[in-house]
């Protein structure tokens, strides 16, 4: 007969509530808590029966899963020079991988300063560099749209990154 576990459910969903307000965006993967969490992500599988499931307990939405990859395009579409190798640039990574194709001075570009470092702002570091060089590639006569930046990025849901971008550009 097994004992009692250890932590309880609502222990473990706690945690899961103070990643995210520590960490964000919303919600947490797996990976963070093996890396950031006080438990392992293996243990919320066993308990839970999935992440996501235990995601779906603590009151979040579990990300989308990326239904095909994304097509390799012929040219970067930063600096929108036909390019033969373009690198996938990541805006997340793991199970719900999200990014877009870059050349590799255009990756390296969205990547300067503070991009290139692994902390939780880098992120909004990236996401300033790629808008401040799609506006300086679009010319000052460009009108900047948030929704069509967003796509044409394959951003994650930060909206309110990209508007800041375009302001402080």
């Known amino acids: 007969m097994a004992g009692k576990p250890k932590y309880s459910e609502e222990e473990l969903l706690e945690e899961i509530h103070r990643l995210n307000d520590e960490l964000q ?5 797996k990976r963070d808590m093996d890396k950031h969490g006080k438990h392992v992500g293996a243990l919320y599988t066993y308990r839970f029966g999935s992440w996501n499931e235990a995601i779906e307990r603590a009151g979040y939405t579990p990300r989308d899963p990326i239904d095909e990859p ?20 990541h805006w997340r990574y793991g199970e719900n991988e ?27 570091h990236s996401v300033q560099n790629l808008v401040s060089t799609h506006l300086q590639y679009r010319g000052s006569d460009y009108e900047a749209d948030v929704e069509q930046i967003m796509e044409q990025y394959n951003l994650p849901d ?6 800041m971008g375009i302001e402080n550009a």
């Open 70 to 89: 994304m097509d390799r395009p012929s040219e970067c579409p930063l600096c929108e020079e036909e390019q033969g190798g373009l690198d996938f640039h």
């Open 158 to 163: 930060v909206c309110d990154l990209v508007e």
């Open 25 to 29: 965006p919303t919600p947490p993967l």
């Open 98 to 124: 999200l990014g877009c194709y870059l050349c590799r001075e255009c990756h390296d570009e969205v990547h300067r300063g503070q991009g290139r470092r692994s902390h939780s702002n880098w992120l909004v």
